[in-house]
Nanobody, 118 residues
Framework: QVQLVESGGGLVQPGGSLRLSCAAS????????MGWYRQAPGKQRELVAR???????DYGDSVRDRFTGSRDNAKNTAYLQMNNLKSEDTAVYYC????????????WGQGTQVTVSS
């Protein structure tokens, strides 16, 4: 069973930075994508960054110039570097991993809280 464990969330002031990590275990198959989503109270879960095995990365429009997603395939770990954080970035951040062969499988972490406040 695949497990995703996030770490690195917390409280930060506006303009500050945080780095999230997501360690994956339990899979013998390669992840086609690893990424980050977030969900703020009363809002739908939205894409933050999604890193594909081929090297491309998709970003949500609101974070594109401030956040950087990366992954270390050897360690099965994904990262999210968040800079110039704003109050609207406050949310629970979820790690996501996707396997497409031999069958589609999607996994989620338990989430880590990021709060941006002075």
């Amino acid at each position: 069973q695949v497990q995703l464990v996030e770490s690195g969330g917390g409280l930060v002031q506006p303009g500050g930075s945080l780095r999230l990590s997501c360690a994956a275990s339990g899979s013998t198959l390669a992840f086609a994508a690893m990424g980050w989503y977030r969900q703020a109270p009363g809002k739908q879960r939205e894409l933050v960054a999604r890193m594909f095995s081929g090297g491309n990365t998709d970003y949500g429009d609101s974070v594109r110039d401030r956040f950087t997603g990366s992954r270390d395939n050897a360690k099965n770990t994904a990262y999210l570097q968040m800079n110039n954080l704003k109050s609207e970035d406050t949310a629970v951040y979820y790690c996501n991993a996707l396997i497409v062969r031999p069958q589609y499988q999607q996994y989620w972490g338990q989430g880590t809280q990021v709060t941006v406040s002075s």
